[in-house]
């Protein structure tokens, strides 16, 4: 949608930010006491999305790999936003809810719509255009490098999110006062603009 906009208003909106201050991670009540391990073979920590995870490639959901969460964890939730977006708030585009409690992975394009889930593979939720699945990024030509943060939570219950498909405030609420770990990994994205792809395997922590 967005690769439609002119670079000429991309640039004009390149100080509306929704700022890295707003993303789930960085909340009082999310700010977890410890770090776990999160990363992808197919990018590294703050380096370039290749495209085919983007609008302007196949759009589908990249690999990621996580370590072993900490003792007391009954649940693993992501939560994937665009910090960058000119919006208020940071868009969302992908929550995955109630993944097993330990060191796993998510396979490229994994993060499809599931309906009710499964308790092997987690229950994927509601992106910010409010359908099930990993929303590609988009960013508008002009209006610079986004960062798309990739948040893993390591949770100390099995609490309901309420619904057969989370939405990011359903999900922040029932996380609040349960988060053991965290795990962070940023990929960036922009058009129009020169980027290159940077190291593949770089290890990002909280």
Do not use: C
């Not at 290749?50 to 490639?57: L, M, N, V, Y």
């Not at 990621?64 to 000119?86: F, I, S």
């Not at 988009?138 to 390591?154: N, S």
């Amino acid at each position: 949608m967005l690769e439609h906009l002119p670079a000429w208003l991309g640039k004009a909106m390149s100080g509306w930010r929704a700022g890295v201050e707003s993303i789930a991670v960085v909340r009082q009540e999310l700010t977890p006491p410890a770090a776990m391990r999160l990363d992808s073979p197919a990018f590294g920590d703050m380096a370039r999305l290749p495209e085919r995870f983007t609008a302007d490639g196949a759009g589908v959901s990249p690999p990621l790999v996580w370590g072993d969460p900490p003792e007391g964890t009954a649940m693993l939730a992501l939560l994937v936003e665009d910090a960058d977006a000119p919006t208020p708030q940071p868009l969302v585009h992908a929550i995955v809810w109630n993944l097993p409690p330990r060191a796993g992975d998510l396979a490229e394009g994994a993060i499809v719509a599931d309906g009710p889930g499964s308790a092997e593979r987690g229950d994927v939720g509601r992106n910010s255009y409010l359908s099930e699945g990993w929303l590609p990024p988009d960013p508008p030509r002009g209006h610079g490098e986004h960062r798309y943060v990739f948040q893993l939570f390591a949770l100390d219950a099995k609490v309901d999110i309420g619904g057969a498909t989370p939405g990011r405030s359903a999900m922040v609420e029932a996380m609040a006062g349960h988060v053991l770990a965290a795990g962070v990994l940023t990929g960036t994205y922009s058009r129009d603009e020169e980027a290159p792809v940077g190291p593949v395997g770089a290890v990002a922590t909280a």
